[in-house]
């Protein structure tokens, strides 16, 4: 390369902490969300929720609703059925009712909905609705969905004969015992993962616009996958699909949520065809946090068989999930609990073996997404405290247990025990970091001394790494489905650029971070470069956001799409500077002359060249696209490190520091990253001590409001400290790793450990999260688990 190139961090590109162009919009309130889109005579649509858990439909009245003037539409389950939507397939090869028919099976299952002239009175109709129940029998956990004489949930046409929704195995079991009988030490564990929300501060919403005129149907809707979801409603309702329009305005985030399609949405866009005006679906919070895709709810039991001198010989587990009424949420994979085997990933353990099953319960229906996880995410928090509990067992320091698993930098590719193969790594170099800026040494003197003097201080450390960038995996058939994304890239005659991608930010930042990739590429000034997204009619076919996705498998296709913006500009130059493309160099922003490299032209130049001054036979114009299907999934690294104190008077625990390193290969915005990484430990930190959704033994949702379920502020999230590795990953054109959900992921365990091992000298081995302070005042003055 040249002399002459660009400043890359300068103009914006890959290692610029440019600040978010999105927040301009943000803070000044000129975002665009759902909730602002007002068109001409349209109407207002609420849902009718059930207040039971369990109960057979008796009747529906709903003659007094309609009675109430400025009512347009009360739609059931019935009139849905006639147009063949009172059920609707989920991604998980099973069916959910739109609107009940039948019976209710979880409290706020949608059960009828009004369209009035105004959002009130389609409230007040809702009210006057009546539905007589025949109350049945909840179930609210897996033991009761097997217990004998359970009643059966999926009585309908989904043929089940019981409440088990799925059970596969995975691994090598008679190696796994072969293991296990040669162990000098068998480790064993139970843990729960409870059930929580992403809570997003944007509820789901729709405005479904029918045109009866035009047969168009648009549909403003908050998503994470617009592209899916058009697919979606054309097979769903089918609709042709050329004729709709999914247009994903700015999203007040999304962490999972809003990447199904739910009864509301069905409903917003029936009512639309059948008024045949623009109705408006805003939900509230209580129908967000009790009906749509919750997270976790996982049960595992686990064993490992070690030797004594601390190396991990095999792993066995047990994982139970609580699916709810319906087996609802995406799960495009081919093991439905969904990659949960991704677990032991960054250890060298030769085998394993896990059993897993999914029961029905009459709670509400979800159960993957929540940053992540597809049951990643329950997979790592259970990796971690079994590490943790097998350190103590053997009585071996924590980070040496550790040291002495970790898979080594010259073990890559490093085939897992479950067949998944990670890209790269250093994972024992983040660990040294980590350690190093915590002050290990230094703390565990300092913990001896306290607790001499009755205080309880503890370290946690959370080792972990995940498959992020779901994307078609040739070698092993983990992804049922391929999972590639695309990009669309024009440069106009003036060198500015628009970039189009599929994929969805729901606050990540892709308009800032997707336009420093192509100028990365192509020297361009990230100013000069806009991105769009979210509207169907105007972006290339993507396939989402979520499971971090986009930088892996949309940041490639951008790379990729600007590479053949590039390879078009360079005979642009060489047309301009008369010489052979053989001839010409590029260095970032501009074509040279080999061996005079002051005869250069720059890209803007190619760009004008490209609209006015093109060699004989090239077509003119500078735009292109590119769809990337991915070789592998990228496997980021992080190591978190948690010191806290315990109050054994109140049982109240803080944090009193926090170590990150994290390793997402290269950054394109350090910024960006750091936000996602203190956004995800938030996240953790919320799981681990405060967070969570659980149902009362009539299957009442307790934690239905954010009264009863808790978000952490600013007050109360500890500061984190953050530090980083760069490996990049070798099969992703720039190098980068997925790395939105790491902190999220791997989190939680750091904290859970950190109190666990403050509490070493009681006894007590595990308690369930979140660590509330009666839970742990318990297990801290009785000794027993909680
Ligand atoms: N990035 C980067 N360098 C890397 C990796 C990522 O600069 N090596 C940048 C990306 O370009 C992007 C951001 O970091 O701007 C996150 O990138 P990525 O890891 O690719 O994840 P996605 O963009 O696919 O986002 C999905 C991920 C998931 S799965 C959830 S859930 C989640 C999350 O991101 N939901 C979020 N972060 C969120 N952040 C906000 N504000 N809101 C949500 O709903």
Known sequence: AGSRALDEVKIGGLGSSRPRVEDARFIRGRGNYVEDVTL????????????????????????????????????????????????????????????????????????????????????????????????????VNPEQAVAPGAPLIRDDK???ADNIAYQWEVGDKDGTDAAFAKADVVSKLRLHYPRSHPSPIENCGAVADFNNATGKLTVYMTSQAPHIVRAAVALIAELPEHLIRIISP?????????????????????????????????????????????????????????????????????????????????????????????????????????????????????????????????????????????????????????????????????????????????????????????????FLVEQAEARKQGRLLGIGISTMTEPLGAGNS?????????????????????????????????GQGHETTFAQIVTHELGIPATDIVVEHGDTDHTPFGMGTYASRSTPVAGAATAMVARKIRAKARKLAAHLLEVSEEDVEWELGRFFVRGAESRGVTI??????????????????????????????????????????????????????????????????????????????????????????????????????????????????????????VTPSPHHPIGAKGVGECAAVGGPAAYVNAVMNALRPTGVRNIDMPLLPDRVWHAAHTGQDV
């Not at 890239?489 to 729901?506: F, N």
Request: aromatic fraction near 10%; hydrophobic fraction near 40%; charge should be negative.
């Open 474 to 506: 040739r070698e092993y058939d983990i992804l049922g489905i391929k999972m590639f994304d695309s990009a669309e890239l024009r440069v106009h005659p003036t060198g500015k650029a628009v970039l189009k991608i599929g994929a969805q930010t729901q």
């Open 250 to 442: 700015d999203v007040g985030g999304g962490f999972g949520n809003k990447v199904p399609v739910y009864p509301g949405y069905v409903c917003a866009i029936l009512c639309s065809i059948l008024t045949a005006k623009p109705v408006k679906w805003i939900e509230d919070n209580t129908g967000n946090l009790s009906s749509t895709g919750f997270g976790r709810d996982m049960y595992l039991d686990s064993e490992m068989a070690l030797t004594n001198d601390g190396k991990i010989l095999a792993v066995r587990y047990h994982a139970t999930t609580d699916q709810g009424a319906f087996f609802a949420d995406a799960q495009p994979t081919k093991f439905k609990i969904g990659l949960v085997h991704s677990s032991f990933a960054c250890y060298d353990v030769p085998v394993g073996h896990i059993t897993a099953q999914g029961m029905y319960t009459n709670k509400a229906p979800g159960g993957v997404a929540y940053r992540c996880s597809f049951r990643v995410t329950e997979a790592m928090f259970f990796q971690e405290r079994m590490i943790q509990a097998a350190a103590d067992d053997l009585g071996m320091d924590q980070a040496e247990f550790r040291r002495r698993n970790l898979v080594r930098d010259d073990q890559f590719p490093y085939r897992t025990p479950f067949g998944f193969l990670t890209d790269s790594g250093q994972y024992l170099k983040c660990l040294q970091i980590g350690l190093d800026a915590i002050g290990y040494d230094d």
């Open 158 to 160: 989904s043929g089940q």
């Open 604 to 725: 803007q130049e190619c760009a004008m060249a490209a609209y006015s001054n093109m060699p004989d036979g090239m077509e003119p114009g500078l735009e292109n696209n590119a769809y990337y299907d991915p070789p592998n999934l990228t496997w980021p690294f992080a190591c978190y490190i948690a010191t806290v104190e315990v109050d054994p008077e109140t049982g109240v625990w803080d944090v009193l520091r926090f170590v990150g390193v994290d390793d997402c290969g290269v950054r394109i915005n350090p910024m960006i990253v750091e936000g996602q990484i203190m956004g995800g430990l938030t996240e953790a930190y919320a799981m681990s001590n405060m967070q969570f959704q659980t149902y009362d033994a009539d299957g009442n949702l307790v934690g239905a409001n954010y009264m009863d379920y808790l978000l952490p502020t600013a007050w109360e999230t500890p500061g984190f400290e953050l530090h980083e590795v």
């Open 40 to 139: 001409p005579g349209m109407l207002h649509m609420e849902i009718l929720r059930s207040p039971l858990a369990h109960a057979r439909i008796k009747s529906i009245d709903t003659s007094a609703a309609w009675a109430i003037p400025g009512v347009k539409l009360v739609l059931t389950g019935e009139m849905a059925a006639q147009r063949n939507l009172a059920w609707m397939p989920t991604l998980s090869y099973d069916t959910q009712a739109v609107l009940a028919t039948d019976k209710v099976r979880f409290q706020g299952q949608e059960v009828a909905c009004v369209v009035a002239e105004d959002p009130y009175i389609a409230k007040d109709a809702c009210d006057a609705i009546v539905v007589e129940y025949e109350a049945l029998p909840p179930i």
